[in-house]
């Protein structure tokens, strides 16, 4: 549809995982997580190695390559804690 609005700046965050369904979150439990000063050990302290961690940058392609990247380097992980932004789970299924 060529008359449709521009897909959000969020898109390739998205796009570069390679899961059916992604659900990207920012509830208020995780953000005190994610903008705390040490949001990197505060994640692991409580996920351990299930979940990976990525620094704050500005939303884009690049970010994208970076969540794509740290589930390379961690195949475990269930999901992506954004360093002072927000979430990404994953699964088949939104109910997974």
Avoid: Y
């Avoid at 939303?59 to 740290?70: I, W």
């Avoid at 961690?74 to 990404?88: A, D, K, M, T, W």
Wanted: glycine letters at 10%; aromatic letters at 8%; one cysteine or more.
């Amino acid at each position: 549809d060529l008359d449709s609005k521009a897909p959000s700046i969020d898109t390739p965050l998205h796009g570069l995982l390679p899961f059916k369904h992604i659900d990207h979150l920012h509830p208020d439990a995780l953000i005190a997580v994610a903008a705390a000063k040490d949001s990197e050990k505060v994640t692991k302290e409580i996920w351990g190695d299930t979940m990976g961690w990525v620094p704050w940058q500005r939303p884009g392609f690049d970010l994208g390559l970076q969540l794509e990247k740290c589930l390379e380097d961690n195949p475990g992980i269930r999901g992506i804690v954004l360093g002072s932004h927000g979430l990404f789970t994953w699964g088949d299924t939104s109910h997974e």
